[in-house]
T-cell receptor, first 109, second 114 residues
Framework: GQQVMQIPQYQHVQEGEDFTTYCNSSTTLSNIQWYKQRPGGHPVFLIQLVKSGEVKKQKRLTFQFGEAKKNSSLHITATQTTDVGTYFCGSGTGNQFYFGTGTSLTVIP | DGGITQSPKYLFRKEGQNVTLSCEQNLNHDAMYWYRQDPGQGLRLIYYSQIVNDFQKGDIAEGYSVSREKKESFPLTVTSAQKNPTAFYLC?????????????FGQGTRLTVV
């Protein structure tokens, strides 16, 4: 199956610090999607990027899709305790969805 | 409210037993998926189905079986052939015809072999 690698696997930050997770694919992606899974919960869709170089923002979250459409990043500015969870990148074509390994974010108050 | 329902939330199985996990959706989605989640390994695709009476193996299908007799339902059976079945299982669904659909997930079933 399609390989989507995500780093780091774990990240601990002090509340108020920034956080970034990176997603890389060996092949060109038709789109990149980001999901958040709260502890004990299930993944919930955050956003989708489809254009080369696309940047989208949701309040303190900034999502980028690389120019070659092989990588993406999620950046959170000034983390809050509500940001705790695992963030997954993924790519779907309507036939299959493949997800990265996820980055588990811990925010220390 | 529309959504995906997985049951049960927690399931315990003795070694050597088959067990079936339920997944029902009322979103009118054609596509449905089963994923397995283990710590540090993300979401791995077990099986997926694009239409009733048709399904395809994902990356880790060995030891699992599925059926898709109804659009709304996509049950997953964990057989005794699955050597390490303890995991968190997630069912998802999506629209099939759109180019870039998002996946909607159920609440998950945590299976423990005792």
């Amino acid at each position: 199956g399609q390989q989507v690698m995500q780093i780091p696997q774990y990240q601990h930050v002090q509340e108020g610090e920034d956080f970034t997770t990176y997603c890389n694919s060996s092949t060109t992606l038709s789109n990149i999607q980001w999901y958040k899974q709260r502890p004990g919960g299930h993944p919930v869709f955050l956003i989708q990027l489809v254009k080369s170089g696309e940047v989208k923002k949701q309040k303190r979250l900034t999502f980028q899709f690389g120019e070659a459409k092989k990588n993406s990043s999620l950046h959170i500015t000034a983390t809050q305790t509500t940001d705790v969870g695992t963030y997954f990148c993924g790519s779907g074509t309507g036939n299959q969805f493949y997800f990265g390994t996820g980055t588990s974010l811990t925010v220390i108050p | 409210d529309g959504g995906i329902t997985q049951s049960p939330k927690y399931l315990f199985r003795k070694e050597g037993q088959n067990v079936t996990l339920s997944c029902e959706q009322n979103l009118n989605h054609d596509a449905m998926y089963w994923y397995r989640q283990d710590p540090g390994q993300g979401l791995r695709l077990i099986y997926y189905s694009q239409i009733v009476n048709d399904f395809q193996k994902g990356d880790i299908a060995e030891g699992y079986s599925v059926s898709r007799e109804k659009k709304e339902s996509f049950p997953l059976t964990v057989t005794s052939a699955q050597k390490n079945p303890t995991a968190f299982y997630l069912c998802a669904s999506s629209i099939r015809d759109r180019g870039n659909p998002e996946a909607f997930f159920g609440q998950g079933t945590r299976l423990t072999v005792v």
